[in-house]
């Protein structure tokens, strides 16, 4: 990971990879050692630079905070605070690519969707979206949307809610409230 001093708290958090129960995939040459085919040239080397671990939270946190601010501030700000700007990306629609209205970033937790408006500021897609509009899929899971937990229990008969508000946006461009 790139080393770099920051002025101010970085926006992501290094997540505790060594807890039980944390799988990263990978692991694979252990099978093949102490065979024939270890020498083969389909041998794998164990990968330097693999980063696991990183959590984008306070970015997400950050971004939501700016809505409405000038694009060129947010982005250097928040380039200046990252190892690389990629995870901007993945909640900020870029010029020309596919609005959603909204992200998933964990097993239960939701953001609101992000672009560029006409005037080069951070913008909601769906201004109108709110924590009452959706429903958990399950009783089990603590969902949330944009950090606060979801105001509607768990209905089993609305489960599929969340389904009929993003299949809505992409045939209509709107959300009924």
């Known amino acids: 990971m790139n080393k770099r ?3 101010k708290k970085p926006l992501y ?6 807890t039980h129960g944390v ?3 990978g692991g694979h040459a252990r099978w093949d ?3 024939k085919a270890a020498g083969s040239a389909h041998a794998s080397k164990m990968k330097s630079g693999v980063r696991h671990g990183l959590d984008y939270t306070p970015l997400y946190k950050f971004l939501l905070k700016k809505v409405g601010q000038p694009w060129s ?4 700000e928040a ?5 690389d700007e990629d995870p901007i990306w993945y909640i900020v629609a870029s010029a020309g690519s596919v609005r959603e209205p909204i992200y998933r970033t964990g097993e239960s937790s939701y953001l609101s969707g992000l672009y560029l408006n006409e005037t080069a500021h951070l913008a909601l897609v769906v201004p109108s979206l ?8 399950c009783a089990c899971c603590t969902h949330s949307f944009n950090g606060t937990p979801f105001v509607n229990s768990f209905d089993p008969s609305r489960a599929d809610d969340m389904f009929r508000v993003l299949s809505e946006w992409h045939r209509t461009g709107a959300i009924r409230t």
């Open 13 to 18: 958090r290094q997540v505790n990879t060594r």
């Open 79 to 83: 380039v200046s605070r990252l190892p």
């Open 23 to 25: 799988r990263h995939g």
């Open 5 to 7: 001093s920051f002025a």
């Open 73 to 76: 501030e947010v982005h250097s």
């Open 130 to 137: 709110s924590n009452n509009m959706l429903w958990p899929k």
């Open 33 to 35: 050692r102490n065979t």
